[in-house]
């Protein structure tokens, strides 16, 4: 196997989830209420605070990048510092280019690493560009808080890898109506409550409010229908596919669906956070809102549902859907 291949086998799960997670979060901060909530810290369901009279901002680039520990020398590490280089000397430059080429309303990471040209020409280098990019959403992301043209409502599309976001929103007209009056749509897989509430809260504190969509869609189908299928699209169409790791997407729907629970119950008595559920299980075109719980439970570890996913990528590769560059990428 390319020894490109072994680097990120060693280091996709410590390096991605290091970046996803976008925030340290504190418990002792945010104590426990006797009925077992975390404390409101900037949950608050008080009116969201105006912010129509504040001038445009622009977030600067932090000190030092987030970056992943690659080895010294490795192709990984070459391309994570090509292109935190490529950020930092033209900052303002690298959000009007995100904008102009993903529009004003679209927060998504998965946008922010195509300004890499390495990562366009070799998308199984997402982890090497993963840190930079979280960066400059982050930055994307309060600029566009601080806007008063972005209105007063933000929308989180929420789910697991492959699991149809996008297209499952647009199947329920309640929430498509939500999501094209927001004056923005942040696009991610709230799997940790830290990072979830940190992204909330910040709207909150603009003086927005919030609506949390969590889309659905049983693991086994999404990684064969969604992960493995948008990969082999993409190489047809771009030449490199979007490679989502088995240990990965297995580790994100393995605690995915209780950090939704999670949050909602952070925020259950405040009236500016809203939250919506989408099964997204029914077959094209036929998603369907429901509530949480009546969603399917998790009762696999995310070991099992690696070997399930593996077992997936080692069908399509011998019915010759996917490519072998798609197959050795995806395998733990």
Same mark, same amino acid.
């Given at each position: ?63 030092? +990048?987030? =970056?992943?520990?690659?080895?010294? $020398?490795?192709?990984?590490?070459? @391309?994570? &510092? %090509? !292109? ?90 309640? +929430?498509? =109506?939500?999501?094209?009056?927001? $004056?923005?749509?942040?696009?991610? @897989?709230? &799997? %940790? !409550? ?107 570890? %995310? ?30």
């Amino acid at each position: 196997m390319p020894q490109s291949i072994k680097i990120w086998d060693r280091l996709i799960i410590r390096s991605m989830l290091r970046a996803l997670d976008e925030t340290k979060w504190e418990e002792s901060k945010h104590p426990r209420q006797p009925d077992g909530k975390f404390g409101t810290g900037g949950s608050s369901s008080a009116s969201p605070k105006s912010k129509t009279s504040q001038a445009k901002v622009s977030t600067p680039a932090p000190a030092q +990048l987030e =970056k992943a520990n690659f080895p010294p $020398g490795s192709r990984s590490a070459e @391309v994570q &510092d %090509k !292109f935190a280089k490529q950020l930092t000397s033209d900052w303002e430059g690298a959000k009007q280019e995100y904008t102009k080429r993903f529009g004003s309303k679209l927060i998504n990471i998965d946008e922010a690493r195509e300004l890499s040209p390495d990562y366009e020409k070799e998308r199984s280098l997402a982890p090497a560009v993963q840190g930079p990019a979280s960066d400059l959403v982050k930055a994307i992301y309060a600029d566009r808080l601080a806007d008063p043209s972005t209105g007063k409502s933000v929308c989180f599309t929420a789910g697991g890898p492959g699991s149809g976001k996008s297209s499952g929103i647009e199947s329920v007209k309640k +929430l498509k =109506k939500l999501t094209d009056r927001a $004056g923005i749509v942040y696009d991610g @897989v709230f &799997d %940790k !409550f830290g990072s979830a509430t940190q992204k909330i809260d910040q709207a909150l504190e603009a003086g927005k409010t919030a609506k949390v969509m969590f889309v659905y869609r049983d693991p086994a189908e999404a990684f064969r229908n969604g992960i493995l299928k948008r990969a082999a699209r993409m190489e047809q169409e771009k030449g490199t596919g979007r490679i989502v790791p088995a240990a990965y997407a297995a580790m994100v729907y393995s605690r995915v669906q209780e950090a939704q629970k999670d949050v909602r119950n952070h925020y259950a008595d405040n009236p500016n956070v809203k939250f919506y559920a989408v099964d997204n299980s029914r077959g094209p075109g036929q998603a369907k809102s429901v509530n949480l719980e009546d969603l399917p439970g998790q009762n696999v570890t %995310k070991e099992e549902l690696a070997e399930k996913f593996n077992k997936i990528a080692d069908e399509e590769y011998a019915a010759g859907r996917i490519s072998k560059k798609i197959w050795e990428g995806v395998k733990q």
